[in-house]
C-alpha cells in the first residue's frame, strides 16, 4: 500500500515508528541538528503534517539524561523548536510529541491535571528539557497551526521492552500509586481525531483514570498463572519521579471518546499475549 505523502514523521524510535505503521506514512529517522535539517527534510518529503516523535529519554531511563545534559536538550529542546520554526517557514502543520511527566502532584490532594496548568516539576532534567519546548510551542500555537500531544507511560498490546507491561514483568516489583498511561492503539485513534478537526494548543492524550500496577500485574497473571510480582512500600521509592493523573476532559470536548483505563487491560493482555507466541 502506498504511504500517505500528507504526513511525515520525525522520528523512528519506538513511539515513531509505530506512529508510521498507525498513520500508513514516511517515517524519517535522519538525526536533525540545526535548522537546515529540519528544512531540508520537509522540502524532500512535502507533507501537510509533520509529527514530531524525537525524543530523548536516556540510555537507560530518564535518570540517564543527568548525564547526558546536551543530547537530552538537543533532542527534546531544540529539535521541536527547530522543526516548529521550519514548519512555519515552509506553510506545514506540526504536531509534536510531548509528555505529561512535568507536574508536581500530589494524590488525593489534587483533581486531575488539566492543559491550563503551567508545568511545574524540574527536578528531573529530562522533565525540564520538555517544559522548555512546550512552553515555547505553546505560545506559537496560539497564532500558529500548532498542536501539542502530552503522553505518559505507554501501555501497548504489543511485547516491546518499551512496553510498561515488559517492565513491570522484567522488574517483579511494583508501586501501587495511580498514573496516567496512554494505551497506544487508543492513542493512535485520538491523534488522528484532533489531526482531522485541525486541533491547536495541548492536549493531553491519555487514557481516563489513573492505572494501579497491582492491576495490570493481575491481568497479566490470568494469562500467565503461577506469575508473581511483589508490591513495594512507598517508603521505599528513593529516585526522582512523577506519579500523576491527568485530565481528558479537554480531549473528550472535541468529540473524542475516550476510554477508562481500566476497560481496556483484558483487551490489550489477549492482543498481548497473541504477540508472545
Do not use: W
Not at 91 to 99: K, Q
Not at 215 to 240: A, C, D, I, Q, T
Amino acid at each position: 500500500m502506498a504511504k500517505n505523502p500528507k504526513i511525515l514523521v520525525i522520528g523512528n524510535g519506538y513511539i515513531g515508528t509505530k506512529l508510521g505503521e498507525a498513520f500508513n506514512c514516511p517515517v524519517s529517522g535522519r538525526i536533525l541538528s540545526k535548522l537546515t535539517d529540519c528544512i531540508e527534510e520537509i522540502s524532500r518529503y512535502k507533507p501537510e503534517v509533520v509529527i514530531n516523535a524525537v525524543g530523548y529519554t536516556g540510555a537507560r531511563n530518564v535518570d540517564d539524561c543527568e548525564l547526558d545534559k546536551d543530547n537530552t536538550l538537543l533532542a527534546n529542546t531544540f529539535v521541536p523548536i527547530m522543526l516548529a520554526e521550519a514548519c512555519l517557514r515552509s506553510g506545514v502543520r506540526l504536531v509534536h510529541i510531548s509528555s505529561g511527566c512535568i507536574f508536581k502532584y500530589e494524590y488525593g490532594k489534587q483533581r486531575p491535571i488539566d492543559e491550563k496548568l503551567i508545568p511545574d516539576y524540574y527536578n528531573l532534567y529530562y522533565s525540564r528539557s520538555k517544559v522548555y519546548a512546550e512552553r515555547c510551542l505553546d505560545y506559537l500555537s496560539r497564532e500558529y497551526p500548532m498542536l501539542t500531544v502530552r503522553i505518559r507511560i505507554p501501555l501497548d498490546n504489543c511485547p516491546s521492552p518499551r512496553n510498561i507491561i515488559d517492565k513491570l514483568v522484567r522488574y517483579g516489583k511494583v508501586i501501587d500509586i495511580p498514573n496516567s498511561v496512554t494505551y497506544l492503539p487508543d492513542f493512535f485513534r485520538a491523534l488522528k481525531h484532533l489531526v482531522r478537526i485541525k486541533a491547536t494548543g495541548i492536549y493531553n492524550v491519555v487514557n481516563k483514570g489513573g492505572l494501579r500496577y497491582p492491576r495490570l500485574m493481575k491481568v497479566y497473571r490470568k494469562y500467565h498463572p503461577g506469575f508473581e510480582y511483589s508490591v513495594l512500600p512507598l517508603s521505599s521509592l528513593k529516585l526522582n519521579r512523577t506519579n500523576l493523573v491527568l485530565s481528558t476532559k479537554k480531549l473528550e470536548e472535541s468529540g473524542f471518546k475516550v476510554r477508562h483505563i481500566n476497560d481496556v487491560l483484558d483487551e490489550c493482555m489477549r492482543e498481548y499475549m497473541k504477540g508472545q507466541i
